[in-house]
């Protein structure tokens, strides 16, 4: 569905129009920052497309439930500007203002249109996607992916880590390069699971964590203005004369010696060997999470920090790498933190329950889910996370506690869902969607 500033006052009429009933899930982005490719304009509806697809592949919604949109609100990248044979609206991005009002036509349109309908925001700029979280979470039934997704699919990955390592959250010292939505999400969410898991509270978790953006170490005395997103986490105990010397990564490693690195900077290989080789000497098992994608943006290669630190490392990255064999014979497969491992299952469940919104404990809950489905055998193999494969499996689960965490909370509402958990997990599975093939079609896999 394509949306623009031509439309507005009809958005509700365009829905309707579509024809589409029992809606479940829209994926809807404005393009602005697709991925590590930037301001893609309308361009950038492949990524609500994808994701929609995911949710058919991962989750069982049914295809015809599941609507891909893209509001077109302009781009700002000049070779769009200047393309006749560029499809969306040829001018500078609209002003808040404009973006706002839109945003608020499409929410309420889909209120009324499809009731029924979970909304995923998917790559919209830093400077609307906290600020759209806090406008609408509360209002409608919706969540972020970059931020909330992320987070609780890296939280549940790192508390895996966790329980190889030994150290509790507390004694871990957190360097994050990036503070951008996917940094935050990534530690509010840890904070969150952390506090849950170990009996503590988020406020000592948030203690964990070191960010690091452009111009070094967040801190409170660094003499910046720093963005709300980033205030949560700034250092109040760095001095300003220290402040003036942690500018850059290397220089905030060794002055805090880390234990665990997340890399989501999205600019490329940054953990060197010297910056790996100094967690490594912090702790015995130092956690190693470079999670920028594409490949080419990951802050190490995981074969490398596999031998920087003598198999040591436990690892998930953002993208897909293959398993290093160590000179001892020891074959390590890195995990990958993949948002695909949660948001299908909270909107399946999501879709099921339809809580007028979705607070942050139904996205805790998913966390906990996938946490606890990575099994011993997982995790003496060093794995993070369950296989991938089984998707369709880990996405009812992931669905059926989310269910029931509405439930806790009092927010469900299809009274019809039963409150055992093995009897709706059945209820979950019934309503995934299989496609069938006539069985006169041969459908070749390649492997
Ligand atoms: P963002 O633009 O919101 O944040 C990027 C952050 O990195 C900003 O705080 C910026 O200041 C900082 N940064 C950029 N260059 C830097 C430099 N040279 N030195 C220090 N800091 C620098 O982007 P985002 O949405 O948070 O995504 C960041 C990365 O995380 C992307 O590469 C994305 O692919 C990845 N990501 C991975 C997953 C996943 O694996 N599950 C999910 C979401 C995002």
Redesign the pocket.
Same mark, same amino acid.
């Given at each position: 569905m394509y949306l623009s500033k031509h439309m507005k006052g009809q958005f509700a009429h365009v829905m309707k129009d579509m024809h589409y009933h029992d809606v479940e899930i829209i994926v809807i982005t404005d393009g602005s920052?697709i991925?590590?490719l930037g301001d893609l304009g309308s361009n950038g509806v492949g990524i609500s497309i994808g994701k929609t697809s995911l949710y058919v592949a991962g989750a069982g919604i049914h295809p015809m439930r599941a609507i891909p949109v893209v509001m077109d609100c302009g781009t700002n990248t000049e070779k769009y500007l200047t393309d006749k044979n560029y499809l969306g609206t040829r001018e500078k991005r609209l002003a808040d203002e404009t973006f706002y009002s839109l945003m608020d036509e499409f929410m309420e349109g889909v209120k009324e249109v499809w009731p029924t309908a979970v909304i995923q925001f998917e790559d919209f700029s830093?400077n609307h996607c906290f600020d759209m979280l806090e406008r609408y979470q509360n209002k409608y039934r919706c969540f972020n992916d970059?931020i909330q997704?992320?987070g609780a699919?890296?939280a549940a990955g790192f508390m895996n880590a966790i329980r190889i390592s030994n150290l509790p959250p507390v004694q871990q010292r957190v360097v994050v390069?990036?503070? +951008? =939505?996917?940094?935050?999400?990534v530690c509010t969410n840890i904070a969150k699971l952390g506090a849950r898991l170990y009996n503590t509270s988020v406020e000592e978790v948030m203690k964990i964590f070191y960010l690091?953006?452009?111009k070094g170490l967040v801190t409170t005395t660094r003499g910046d203005k720093l963005a709300a997103h980033?205030v949560p986490f700034a250092r109040t105990d760095v001095t300003e004369e220290q402040s003036k010397t942690l500018t850059?990564?290397l220089s905030v490693v060794k002055f805090v010696k880390p234990t665990a690195l997340l890399?989501?900077?999205?600019?490329g290989p940054?953990f060197t060997e010297e910056i790996v080789k100094i967690a490594a000497a912090a702790t015995p098992r130092p956690i190693i999470f470079p999670?920028?994608?594409?490949t080419s943006?990951s802050e190490c290669i995981p074969e490398d920090a596999y031998k920087w630190t003598d198999g040591k490392a436990l690892i998930a990255? +953002? =993208?897909p790498f293959p398993s290093t064999t160590l000179s001892d014979g020891r074959v390590l497969t890195p995990s990958?933190?993949?948002?695909l491992y949660v948001f299908p299952g909270i909107g399946l469940g999501c879709a099921m329950c339809m809580p007028d919104h979705i607070p942050d404990e139904l996205l805790i809950a998913a966390s906990a889910s996938l946490n606890t489905l990575t099994l011993p055998e997982h995790l003496e193999a060093g794995m993070l996370y369950p296989p991938l494969k089984d998707i369709h499996a880990i996405s009812a689960n992931i669905a059926t506690d989310v269910i029931l965490e509405a439930m806790r909370l009092g927010i469900n509402k299809a009274p019809e869902l039963p409150t055992e958990r093995a009897a709706l997990m059945e209820v979950v599975k019934s309503r995934q969607w299989v496609p069938h093939y006539p069985e006169d079609i041969v459908i070749e896999v390649n492997e």
């Open positions: 920052r991925l590590g830093n970059d997704g992320t699919v890296v390069f990036g503070a +951008g =939505s996917a940094a935050v999400g690091v953006d452009t980033k850059d990564l890399g989501l900077g999205g600019v940054v999670l920028s994608n594409p943006k990255s +953002g =993208s990958q933190g993949n948002n």
